[in-house]
């Protein structure tokens, strides 16, 4: 299936110079979100995911569709002051600041077997803090996976030794 087809690249967003790949039309092709999760499930069905970590927003989607299909556990990552209960929390440097990112105290067990999901690779700062996260919790970081690599960016070596799965490279 030709997965580029059916993500649109809009230029010049959120700035000049900027091509944003939008996945909300692979999203909205049932056929195509369909064989993505289950592209990713082959990949990992036999690997002894335990549970899925996905960051906010497009994370969520991806990680629960993939937690659903799998048989395992969601746990979202969400940004400071978003989750309601007693929280971990990482800071990671965004191109101009930061941000800081938090999971639930009890959302990953120590010893359980994490997969962290995201829509898009691209320098890896945000799952790189989510697995930072995981590894407070005791949890073991068993691999990364996404829709989409914008490899020209560099995220999977920033994400190294981590194993790393994606769909669609650009």
Known sequence: MDLKAR???IPDFPKPG???I???TLLGDGEAWRYCISQLAEIYRDAGVEVIV????????VGAA???EL????APVRKQGK???KTRQSTYQLEYGQDTIEIHLDAVKPGQRVLVVDDLLATGGTVKAAMDLVRQLGGEVMGAAFL?????LGGRQALAPTEVHSLIQY
């Open 66 to 68: 993939l937690a659903y």
């Open 22 to 24: 939008d996945i909300t």
């Open 18 to 20: 900027i091509n944003f």
């Open 71 to 74: 048989g395992v556990g969601f």
């Open 83 to 85: 989750l309601p209960w």
């Open 148 to 152: 989409v690599e914008l490899t020209f």
């Open 54 to 61: 996905g960051p906010e927003a497009r994370g969520f989607l």
């Open 7 to 9: 993500i649109r690249t």
